[in-house]
Nanobody, 115 residues
Framework: QLQFVESGGGLVQPGGSLRLSCVAS????????MGWYRQAPGKQRELVAQ???????NYADVVKGRFTISRDNAKNTVYLQMNSLKPEETAVYYC?????????WGQGTQVTVSS
């Protein structure tokens, strides 16, 4: 069973950058399409970016050109590089498979974009 531990969040000023990491347990990680999701206060969780087992990527329109998703299958890790962050992107960021498996959401990592 896959489990995920997200890290790398924090407080950043508008226009700043953060790199999130998600380490997965389980030897089957490399076979899964993975996604980064976020949930802002009072809003539904949304998909931000996804990456296939082979490295093909897709992004939500609102983050295209600013966020980059990548993975290292040897390390069971998926990353999200976030640049030019905006205050409205303050949220808890999660990784999961894509489509998401409801039973295996992790704790997420808080990203706060504020001056």
């Amino acid at each position: 069973q896959l489990q995920f531990v997200e890290s790398g969040g924090g407080l950043v000023q508008p226009g700043g950058s953060l790199r999130l990491s998600c380490v997965a347990s389980g030897s089957v990680f490399k076979f899964y399409r993975m996604g980064w999701y976020r949930q802002a206060p009072g809003k539904q969780r949304e998909l931000v970016a996804q990456i296939s087992s082979g490295g093909s990527v897709n992004y939500a329109d609102v983050v295209k050109g600013r966020f980059t998703i990548s993975r290292d299958n040897a390390k069971n890790t998926v990353y999200l590089q976030m640049n030019s962050l905006k205050p409205e992107e303050t949220a808890v960021y999660y990784c999961n498979t894509f489509p998401a498996a409801p039973a295996i959401w992790g704790q997420g990592t808080q990203v706060t974009v504020s001056s």
